[in-house]
């Protein structure tokens, strides 16, 4: 009866599920970009510093190139920081499962 009753609190595990935010690795001196149409329809905000576990939302197709929206440390113009932006599928040699994006807002 006891081990019963214990049993009645462990169900079974669900399901492993990715989420956005999930971290993707990137790696180093690819461009952010504000969004993913195409590479010279979207202005840069900066180049990746060093290869790096970011943060990555979601995950849309342009420009026949598949863009992956992560935020990730980057250098602006002399400047490093953490910026939310686009970046190339190429750049992200380890990627975490994500849902599709529905737009290009960041």
Known sequence: M???ALLVGLGAPGAASAAA???SFVEDG???RECGI???ECGVYGYTVGD???ETWC???GGGIRWFKVTSWINANGTEKWKKGW???GAVTRQATVPWCSNWDL
């Open 52 to 54: 790096q576990w970011d």
């Open 59 to 61: 995950w849309r197709d």
């Open 30 to 32: 690819w461009n952010l």
């Open 21 to 23: 935010g999930d971290k």
């Open 38 to 40: 195409s590479p010279g």
């Open 87 to 89: 970046i190339s599928a």
């Open 2 to 4: 006891v081990a019963a």
